[in-house]
């Protein structure tokens, strides 16, 4: 979990990869209107992503029911939708991706193959609650090597 740029796609399928389990990416479960208003610099609403954070509960419910291994990389920006995605797997496990907001800027600036525009950065920054420690989040620091920190969350995964 984390804003826009911060690497959730790019650790998450490196993660998935290294565990021998599926990646889902929380993007491909957009609505096109969610998609088309996203790449017009408009953020979404709580509302707007009501139907997305179901289909995803949906499938963390679906591959906990199967017994079966997911790392589903998603934005998850506050508690009231991460607690939407416990609905699917009570014993979820957050990583929260964090880097400085600079460099996360500067991804996105470079980006050429997402339809999330660099403007709405602020608005996910603005919008992002933090894990708490009731969460027990796994943290790391995007500004370190995708190699470090999947190895890292790789340990975490077999201890846990």
Known sequence: MGVAGVGKSLIGSRLASALGVAFADGDDFHSAENVAKMAAGIPLTDTDRAGWLAALAAVLADTRRAHDGLVLACSA??????????????????????????????????????????????????????????????????????????ARLVALARTA
Do not use: N
């Not at 939407?84 to 980006?111: N, S, Y």
């Not at 894990?131 to 920190?149: L, Q, R, V």
């Open 77 to 150: 920006l506050k508690r009231m939708y991460r607690d939407i995605l416990r609905h699917g797997a009570p014993d979820l496990q957050l990583i929260f991706l964090t880097a400085p907001e600079p460099l996360v800027a500067a991804r996105l600036e470079t980006r050429t193959d997402h339809y999330m525009p660099p403007s709405l950065l602020a608005s996910q920054l603005a919008t992002l609650e933090p894990p708490t420690a009731d969460e027990s989040p796994w943290i790391c620091d995007t500004s370190e090597s995708p190699d470090a920190i999947v």
